[in-house]
């Protein structure tokens, strides 16, 4: 048997990408074998338009063999289209070069989306940039689509390094306000962090509040507080008392109540004349009332420290030596 087997192609044909014709199962005739094998193959070009080549290979079992091919020529004028978008949007500025808009087409699975004219103009915090976007396929097909991206930050600032709270005695070194306290922002590069501090009372028991603020250039505000809690024990009886005595320059005069009182106190010369008066009002109990006292303002000699306390008067000698 010399004779190939007969098969027959289908004729070339030129379509659109959406209508590329299903190969078919083709058949081939012997003159000896009524069951030669027919095997199939397809070639696809790159580019656009490009061109599908399909192969025929029929054999009869003496191995003559007839090839037969079909050239489909594939060609696409249809431009990509884009995904359903917003014309106008709001962005975290934080996430601004992640938002580019997608596009689908009818032959090209992977359409290159690109930007290809932004403006930046006045809107909210970071102001807003005019887009213009440009969606091409494979074939060179191209569409564009146009957008308003209005820049916000909704995000607060993070302040780190930021002390715990304490508790400290009355009379304790406070701890010193660190230097390491700073922040940082998503948007923001350089975050300025503003201190102050507060003082609840201004004798023991009190806290001490310590703030930091941090703002972004978007008005986002975080604030971190310390609370440093000053405690003290006073003794459970009326209680004063003033050192150094005698005193030169300066003493100092402790006072305390167990309970909330009425209080008058003030230092008295030895005429009985009042000197200076140290405190009139209601004590608070259980809080160490604490004066520094410049001992220049008395001329030296012998004075009463007199407190009131309700019904009850306690006193203490002073003695002023002068420089």
């Not at 070194?173 to 350089?190: E, I, L, Q």
């Not at 986002?220 to 003290?232: L, S």
């Not at 303002?297 to 203490?316: D, L, P």
Request: include cysteine; charged fraction near 20%; proline fraction near 5%.
């Amino acid at each position: 048997d010399t004779t190939a087997p007969v098969i027959v192609a289908p004729d070339d044909v030129t379509v659109p990408c959406s209508e590329i014709p299903v190969a078919p199962e083709l058949g081939a005739t012997d003159n000896c074998d009524a069951n030669a094998v027919v095997t199939f193959s397809e070639e696809i070009e790159t580019g656009c338009p490009y061109n599908i080549i399909r192969t025929w290979t029929a054999e009869d079992n003496c191995g003559n063999t007839t090839i037969v091919t079909q050239i489909i020529s594939v060609y696409d004028e249809v431009a990509p289209v884009f995904d359903a978008f917003e014309p106008f949007v709001l962005v975290e500025c934080d996430v601004v070069g992640e938002y580019i808009l997608t596009a689908t087409d009818n032959c090209d699975n992977e359409v290159e989306v690109t930007i290809t004219e932004e403006n930046a103009v006045s809107g909210q915090c970071y102001g807003s940039l005019l887009r213009t976007y440009r969606a091409v396929d494979n074939c060179g097909n191209e569409t564009f689509a146009y957008q308003i991206v209005d820049i916000i930050d909704t995000t607060s600032p993070v302040i780190h390094n930021v002390p715990a709270e304490t508790t400290i005695v009355c009379g304790s070194d406070v701890p010193v306000a660190p230097n390491t306290v700073f922040a940082t922002d998503n948007c923001t590069a350089d975050i300025t962090v503003t201190y102050s501090e507060t003082q609840t009372n201004e004798f023991c028991p009190y806290d001490i509040i310590r703030t930091w603020t941090a703002i972004d250039v978007c008005g986002n505000v975080t604030v971190e507080t310390q609370v440093i809690h000053v405690t003290v024990e006073v003794p459970a009886m009326v209680h004063m008392l003033a050192y150094p005595n005698p005193a030169q320059q300066h003493f100092t005069l402790k006072f305390s109540v167990p309970v909330d009182q009425e209080v008058f106190g003030a230092i008295y010369d030895l005429a009985g004349r009042q000197i200076m008066q140290v405190y009139n009002g209601k004590a608070d109990g259980g809080r160490a009332y604490q004066w520094d006292i410049d001992a220049g303002r008395f001329e030296a000699g012998s004075y009463t420290i007199n407190m009131k306390v309700g019904n009850e008067v306690i006193h203490e000698r002073l003695v002023i030596t002068g420089k």
